[in-house]
């Protein structure tokens, strides 16, 4: 995160001119950085070499739409406090 001109940029910037606290959008960023990067530790790790790239794939997508849920419901928790 970085500040240009006063505003936050980036992913923060951007939930908080959704009306998600800078807090908030902090906390959103960094568990949505943890998991992406765990997920990326682990298969270059080879915690993952028992399974096949497409079964990687797949489990990549899923975890893509649960990162997509967490984004959506922190928004429009935002647009409805």
């Known amino acids: 995160m970085a500040r ?7 992913f923060p910037f951007a939930c908080e ?3 998600v606290s800078e807090a ?3 906390q959103l960023e960094r568990v949505l ?3 992406v990067l765990g997920f990326a530790a682990s298969e270059a790790g ?6 096949s790239p497409q079964q990687l794939d797949a489990d ?3 975890l893509q739409a649960v990162l997509a ?3 959506a ?9």
């Not at 080879?46 to 399974?51: E, T």
């Open 4 to 10: 240009f001109g006063g505003k936050l940029i980036c």
């Open 17 to 19: 001119e959704e009306g």
């Open 24 to 26: 908030d959008a902090v």
């Open 33 to 35: 950085a943890t998991a």
């Open 46 to 51: 080879g915690r993952f070499s028992a399974h």
């Open 60 to 62: 990549f997508q899923l």
């Open 69 to 71: 849920e967490a984004v």
């Open 73 to 81: 419901r922190a928004m429009q928790q935002a647009t409805t406090h």
